[in-house]
């Protein structure tokens, strides 16, 4: 079955970077973007970017552009995320999101979900 | 947020509720819907405005008029409270984007 498993818990200082890790199986790795959402404490779901696992390239929320950055590694079928210049309100739980839309067409959606990485930023 | 949602919603245990996503994307791109419950990641409810996943009980449907999409539960159970977010793509189609969320509470 699909499985999304992401890196454990991180505590990060302000102006550090971070790294949360995503690895798959249960599919075929390059037929499926993958997504980041975030959910701060108390709130609600913010889309992040996207990556195409097939040839990597991404697509950013214009809120991060220059402090994210999605990349993939087929070999281990894992997606990676970065977030540089950390600030306290970056803490929240990120989530990876499977998006099935070059499968499904227009109707695509973000099908299946990983359990979510706290990401907590305190100096 | 360019799609809005009422932020909280009650009914009735086994009555029918209605929660609704409005946004001018959506009358040009798909809706989707997903349910998170206290500590725990979302999960896929609706696709393509009216199509429900495998192992998602019949009782939750949905429906698009126009800008609006609605996500109906009819015979709401006790297990269906949770937090109900509609999720699209932008006005330009570039990018992703969730309402605010709905909180639902069965009485």
């Known amino acids: 079955q699909v499985q999304l498993v992401q890196s454990g818990a991180e505590v990060k200082k302000p102006g550090a970077s971070v790294k949360v890790s995503c690895k798959t199986s249960g599919y075929t790795f390059t037929n499926y973007y993958m997504h980041w959402v975030r959910q701060a404490p108390g709130q609600g779901l913010e889309w992040m970017g996207a990556i195409n696992p097939l040839g990597g390239s991404a697509s950013y929320a214009q809120k991060f552009q220059g402090r994210l950055t999605l990349t993939r590694d087929t070999s281990t079928t894992t997606v990676h995320m970065d977030l540089s210049s950390l600030r306290s309100d970056d803490t929240a739980v990120y989530y990876c999101?499977?998006?099935?839309?070059?499968?499904?067409?227009?109707?695509?959606?973000?099908?299946?979900w990983g359990q979510g990485t706290l990401v907590t930023v305190s100096s | 947020s360019e799609l809005t949602q009422d932020p909280a919603v009650s009914v009735a245990l086994g009555q029918t509720v209605r929660i609704t996503c409005q946004g001018h994307s959506l009358s040009s791109y798909y809706a989707s819907w997903c349910q998170q419950k206290p500590g725990q990641a979302p999960i896929l409810v609706i696709y393509g405005n009216t199509n429900r996943p495998s192992g998602i009980p019949d009782r939750f449907s949905g429906s698009r008029l126009g800008n609006t999409a609605s996500l109906t539960i009819t015979g709401a159970q006790a297990e269906d409270e949770a937090v109900y977010y509609c999720n699209s793509r932008d006005n330009n189609g570039d990018y992703w984007v969730f309402g605010g969320g709905t909180k639902l509470t069965v009485l």
């Open positions: 999101a499977r998006d099935d839309t070059l499968v499904q067409g227009a109707t695509g959606s973000l099908d299946s």
